[in-house]
């Protein structure tokens, strides 16, 4: 009875009743980790809002060309190259090969990754020799942390490096290999830049980016030039690696 009266007093100053406290869950937040952890970025590779395509300042003058890093790259705007999720290399006559690149510095978003962010992707590896895919970051000649880079010349490695304070893995695992798909994760912390491979924690680097790092995201597939890893062989004439999918989360 007392309840009852107390109850009606509540209602009558529009605050809870002893029933709605009893159907509340204690303790939970009002907002989920699912909303508080959604993507800040989700990559359209076919947008031009989000994306520049077949230029980059990571490449000498904005590219089109990188010889200095061993490269055999002619980047190219052509959207078929890179627009699709799928990017692709094609052999020209001139022994360079016209090869496709996205980044998001110089787009009208001007996306940028930070510390804190996480990166999730997913890809496809290729199989021709000579194919270096590479999903990185970079600003103004620095800030580049490698996500992953491959060469099917080591079928089962992934090359992890933070390039901005120093740190790289090899990382081996028979799942690994030419063609296979790969789960990437790499969180971007200030004191550890982490990576996980197939859901499994592989490389914690222990130097980070520190408190202030920013960075453009940049997606391409490069062709080898043979000085460390082989050339593409004389009979192929193009090659290709599939991203399914490219998001950032800002916890």
């Not at 107390?6 to 029933?19: A, K, Q």
């Not at 076919?46 to 300042?57: D, E, I, L, P, Y």
């Not at 920013?214 to 004389?234: E, F, M, Q, T, W």
Request: charge should be neutral; aromatic fraction near 10%; hydrophobic fraction near 35%.
């Amino acid at each position: 009875m007392l309840t009852q009266i107390l109850d009606r007093l509540r209602r009558l100053l529009g605050r809870p009743t002893s029933s709605d406290s009893a159907s509340s869950t204690p303790g939970r937040d009002d907002e989920s980790p699912a909303v508080a952890r959604a993507p800040v970025f989700t990559a359209d590779f076919t947008s031009t809002r989000q994306w520049v395509a077949g230029r980059s300042w990571a490449y000498p003058n904005g590219g089109p060309t990188n010889p200095g890093d061993n490269k055999l790259d002619h980047l190219v705007s052509d959207p078929s190259f890179s627009r699709t999720g799928t990017f692709r290399a094609a052999r020209r006559p001139d022994g360079n090969w016209n090869a496709g690149l996205l980044t998001t510095e110089g787009s009208e978003e001007g996306f940028m990754v930070r510390t804190g962010d996480v990166l999730e992707s997913r890809v496809r590896l290729p199989v021709e020799l000579g194919a270096w895919p590479a999903i990185w970051t970079w600003l103004d000649g620095d800030n580049e942390i490698d996500v992953f880079e491959y060469h099917p010349d080591n079928p089962d490695l992934l090359e992890l490096s933070n390039h901005v304070r120093g740190g790289s893995r090899y990382h081996r695992d028979a799942a690994i290999r030419p063609g296979g798909w790969v789960d990437l994760k790499v969180e971007f912390g200030s004191r550890s830049v982490v990576w996980w491979v197939n859901g499994k924690q592989v490389f914690a680097d222990r130097r980070g980016v520190g408190r202030r790092w920013r960075a453009y995201l940049i997606v391409n597939l490069s062709v080898c030039a043979g000085r460390y890893h082989p050339k593409p062989d004389p009979g192929v004439s193009s090659m290709s690696y599939e991203v399914a999918y490219l998001r950032v989360i800002r916890p």
